[in-house]
């Protein structure tokens, strides 16, 4: 199993659920865990056999700032899709970490998402 890993990616984004809360962007992290459709040894050195996690950044990033929601959870969720969707990928994993209660490091959500494909009959 070949899997690309994203670390921490910082983006802004306007995000919680009291009003006040999105009036000013955030600075959120998420880190994305992606099973591309072959195997890294079927790739044969070629970055249009692979997902191309620069552009997974970029797209994250565009992503984040399209408009303001109130829950990481739905966010989370939509990078998934996203991700399997326009990268061809054949599962995604997202968390996202929120910097928002004093009393912890951060609050975080955790979505697992995989293609659904065609069976052939």
């Known amino acids: 199993m070949s899997e690309i890993l994203i670390d921490s990616l910082r983006v802004k984004t306007w995000i919680g659920v009291p009003d006040a809360e999105r009036m000013e962007s955030q600075e959120i992290e998420i880190d994305i865990r992606i099973r591309p459709t072959r195997n890294f040894a079927e790739m044969y ?56 209660l004093s009393e912890t490091r951060h609050v975080a959500v955790r979505c697992v998402s995989q293609a659904v494909r065609d069976a052939a009959f």
């Open 45 to 100: 050195d070629d970055i249009y056999l692979t997902v191309d996690y620069a552009a997974v950044c970029q797209r994250v990033s565009e992503l984040a700032r399209e408009r303001p929601r109130r829950l990481i959870e739905s966010l989370a969720q939509e990078i998934s899709d996203m991700i399997l969707n326009e990268f061809g990928a054949t599962s995604a994993e997202v968390e996202i970490r929120k910097f928002i």
